[in-house]
C-alpha cells in the first residue's frame, strides 16, 4: 500500500508538471500583440494618395514608427516606439493634394530634442525616412510601408542567435493580405544592417529561395534554419505595431 501511495503522488506531481508546461507553452504560442490594430487604419480615399498612415521598423537600437499623413483629418502626426519607449512627433509641413509629401518631425526623446525626415510620392509610393538625428542612435536605420484600406501593415520585433557564434536585433514588417514580408537585422554591437525578405504561406516564413525560415503563430514568429554558411540561426520575434 505504502508503494501504491508514493507512485499515485508521484504521479500526481508528474502529471502536474506537464501541465504546467504544456499551459505555459500554450500561453508562449498563443501571444497576441493587445495594443494592435486587427484591421487596416488607412482610409480608402487615401489608398492612390501621399495621405494615409505609413508604418515601419528601426533598427538601432530597435523599435517602430507610424506616421499619419493627415489619413483622417488634418493632423499629421509619428508616433516612434524606441527601446519602449513612445515619442510623438509633427510636423508644420501641410499636406497639398496631388502633390508628394516631404517633412520634418520633431519632439523629444529622453529630453533631448530629435528630428525625422519623412518623404514620400503623390500616389503614396516610396516612403521614405531621408534623415534622422536622434541623441544616442546615431545610426539607426529606418523601412517604412504604406498602409492600405484592405492592407493592414504588421511590424515586428525581436531578435536572432547563431551556431557561429552570433546574436542581434531581428526585426520585419509583414502583410498578410499580400502574403509577403521584408526586414532588417544587425548583429550586437555593429553598425552592420543585414536586408532580408520572403514569403508567408500557410503561416510559414519563406525566405527569396521558398526556404523555411520560421512559423507564424498569432503575432509571434519564431524558428531555426540553416544559414549560407550552414549554421544554424534561430529567430524570435513578436508584433509591436
Not at 493592414?152 to 536572432?160: A, D, K, S, V, W
Not at 526585426?171 to 502574403?179: D, E
Request: contains cysteine.
Amino acid at each position: 500500500m505504502k508503494n501504491l501511495l508514493h507512485y499515485i503522488a508521484i504521479t500526481l506531481i508528474l502529471s502536474s508538471l506537464l501541465a504546467c508546461k504544456k499551459k505555459k507553452e500554450s500561453a508562449e504560442e498563443s501571444y497576441t500583440c493587445t495594443t494592435c490594430a486587427s484591421n487596416a487604419e488607412a482610409l480608402a480615399a487615401n489608398n492612390a494618395s501621399s495621405k494615409g498612415i505609413y508604418k515601419g521598423i528601426v533598427i538601432g537600437s530597435t523599435g517602430t514608427v507610424k506616421f499619419d499623413i493627415s489619413n483622417a483629418g488634418s493632423a499629421i502626426t509619428a508616433t516612434l516606439v524606441l527601446d519602449g519607449l513612445t515619442t510623438i512627433l509633427t510636423s508644420t509641413v501641410t499636406w497639398t493634394a496631388n502633390q508628394a509629401y516631404l517633412g520634418n518631425f520633431s519632439g523629444t526623446y529622453l529630453g533631448n530634442p530629435i528630428s525625422i525626415g519623412f518623404s514620400v510620392g503623390s500616389t503614396g509610393g516610396s516612403p521614405t525616412v531621408t534623415n534622422s538625428n536622434i541623441p544616442g542612435h546615431a545610426n539607426a536605420v529606418f523601412s517604412v510601408y504604406k498602409e492600405g484600406s484592405d492592407n493592414l501593415i504588421e511590424c515586428f520585433e525581436g531578435n536572432y542567435s547563431t551556431t557561429r557564434p552570433e546574436s542581434g536585433t531581428f526585426n520585419l514588417i509583414l502583410s498578410k493580405s499580400l502574403k509577403g514580408f521584408t526586414g532588417t537585422s544587425r548583429p550586437t554591437g555593429t553598425t552592420e544592417n543585414n536586408k532580408f525578405s520572403g514569403s508567408l504561406n500557410n503561416g510559414q516564413i519563406l525566405d527569396e529561395q521558398g526556404r523555411f525560415m520560421g512559423t507564424l503563430n498569432g503575432d509571434k514568429i519564431s524558428g531555426q534554419f540553416k544559414d549560407n554558411s550552414g549554421s544554424t540561426v534561430t529567430i524570435s520575434a513578436k508584433r509591436t505595431l
